[in-house]
């Protein structure tokens, strides 16, 4: 394998929004030239088209020619959905070989399922669990690693999702309660935001005015907890004044369980994360009995 990230050749198995969030932040923020880039999908070839227009990706509707390009990728990132994980990490069965580098986005897949899967245990697999804020550089990434993944390899994937944002290497148990904090996160933060929007509509505000409103408030709360270095609680006593307007609203969203239910949201995913990957566990054991 080369051990730059630019120079390197990436194919993309699953052309959905994770894949495109990731190449995007690649060829954006990673120097890497959308012509390192193939992508395959199982059928929609509109989408691989647009994906080429976008970003100048590589892709191609003859079999043999994708295979080939698999075939010579120095890293192939599987970004399918769960329910289409054993099927499509099967399918690679003959085309990888161990000097390459599998890397998964899929929640809930284990690394033992994919070396299952491929049947070959020596296969270097790079488990993570990105998010869609990848897209602008912005993203979160849990990663592990297995056994047979190298030095060097090591560090082309942690390239690969440092150039989309900031990347943390755990164990891999780990990456299910990744998956519930920063992988699923946007859309508690985004359900968040539609309910700010809301309350200010409800209050009198044109919707436009209160959802500019509530984007440079979510932004600005987290530049704050970034740029000062201070914990959300102390940050958020700073905006509480003795019997004023937050306390006022903090007292109603303690009361109707806010941060219970917050924390209990991020482990319910995590939870999910794991049920998803003992489901695709299941299935293969039993297709294989
Ligand atoms: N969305 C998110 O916020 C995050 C998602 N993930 C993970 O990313 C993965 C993908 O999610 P997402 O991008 O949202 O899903 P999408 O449904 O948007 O995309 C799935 C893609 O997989 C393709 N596909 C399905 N089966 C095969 C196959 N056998 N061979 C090749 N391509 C195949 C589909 O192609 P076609 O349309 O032609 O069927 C489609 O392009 C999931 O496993 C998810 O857990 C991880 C972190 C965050
Ligand atoms: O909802 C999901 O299952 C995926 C994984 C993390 C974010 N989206």
Redesign the pocket.
């Known amino acids: 394998m080369s051990n730059t990230l630019a120079s390197i050749n990436i194919a993309f ?9 990731v190449i995007r932040g690649l060829i954006d923020k990673g120097g890497v030239q959308g012509e390192r880039i193939f992508v ?6 509109a ?2 088209q647009e994906l080429q227009q976008t970003y100048g990706i590589r892709y191609t509707q003859d079999e043999a020619a994708k295979e080939q390009a698999i075939r010579q990728a120095d890293v192939v990132v ?5 329910k ?2 054993a ?2 990490v099967r ?1 690679l069965r003959g085309l990888l070989n161990e000097r390459q580098l599998l890397v ?6 284990s690394i033992e399922t994919i070396s299952g899967l491929l049947e070959n245990p020596r296969m270097p697999v790079v488990r ?5 804020s990848s897209t602008i550089g912005l993203g979160a990434t849990g990663i592990s690693f297995s056994a047979a993944v190298n030095a060097e390899q090591r560090q082309i994937a942690t390239d690969m999702f440092r150039s989309t944002g900031i990347v943390s290497i755990v164990d891999e148990p780990l990456l299910d309660t990744v ?1 519930g904090l920063s ?2 996160g ?2 508690y933060i985004y359900f968040m935001m539609e309910a700010m929007i809301e309350g200010g509509v409800q209050g009198g505000l044109n919707r436009e005015e209160a959802r500019r409103l509530t984007v440079q408030t979510v932004l600005g709360a987290a530049r704050m907890v970034e740029t000062t270095g201070e914990e959300p609680a102390e940050l958020r006593r700073k905006v509480t004044s003795p019997n004023g307007t937050t306390q006022a609203a903090l007292e109603l969203m303690a009361g109707r369980g806010f941060s219970e239910t917050v924390t209990q949201a991020v482990l319910r995913s995590a939870e999910r ?1 794991s049920e ?1 990957g003992a489901a695709i566990s299941d299935s293969v054991t039993s297709q294989n009995k």
Do not use: C, Q, Y
């Open positions: 198995i699953g052309a959905g929004s994770m894949a495109e969030a395959a999908n199982r059928s929609n070839a989408r691989l599987i970004a399918f959905k769960p289409d994980a099927e499509g399918l998964s986005v899929i929640a809930g897949l993570t669990m990105p998010n869609t998956t992988g699923s946007p859309a994360a998803i």
